[in-house]
């Protein structure tokens, strides 16, 4: 079992920066791909990127590439997400969630954190 809590989430101005860090409870952290999804007010949930148990491999969607990096320390249980250039069209609840390979289909994650809320102003 892991449990996930994701921080870090806040009101930034376009162009501005962030990093959400998910916090993970559980011995099995590193044997996990972790992803971050996002949903906008009114839409449905979206992969934003995710990255593999080593950290060795990620994958992006289009939107956040060269922007969004997504990295890991297993020795802290922790992944990140560093925000950069962040734009209105960003604004949402990010989610990150662990599961057993890196995709980006929600369904393949089995666990999930609560959401952090970032909102970016024009």
């Known amino acids: 079992q892991v449990q996930l809590v994701e921080s870090g989430g806040g009101l930034v101005q376009a162009g501005g920066s962030l990093r959400l860090s998910c916090a993970a409870s559980?011995?099995?952290?590193?044997?996990?791909?972790v992803g971050w999804f996002r949903q906008a007010p009114g839409k449905e949930r979206e992969f934003v990127t995710a990255?593999?148990?080593?950290?060795?491999?990620?994958r992006s969607a289009d939107s956040v590439k060269g922007r969004f990096t997504i990295s890991r320390d297993n020795t802290k249980n922790t992944a990140y997400l560093q925000m950069n250039s962040l734009k209105p069209e960003d604004t949402a609840v990010y989610y990150c969630?662990?599961?057993?390979?890196?995709?980006?289909?929600?369904?393949?994650?089995?666990?999930w954190g609560q959401g952090t809320r970032v909102t970016v102003s024009s």
């Open positions: 969630a662990a599961g057993g390979r890196l995709t980006g289909w929600d369904t393949d994650y089995d666990y």
């Open positions: 559980g011995r099995t952290f590193s044997s996990y791909a």
């Open positions: 990255i593999s148990w080593s950290g060795g491999f990620t």
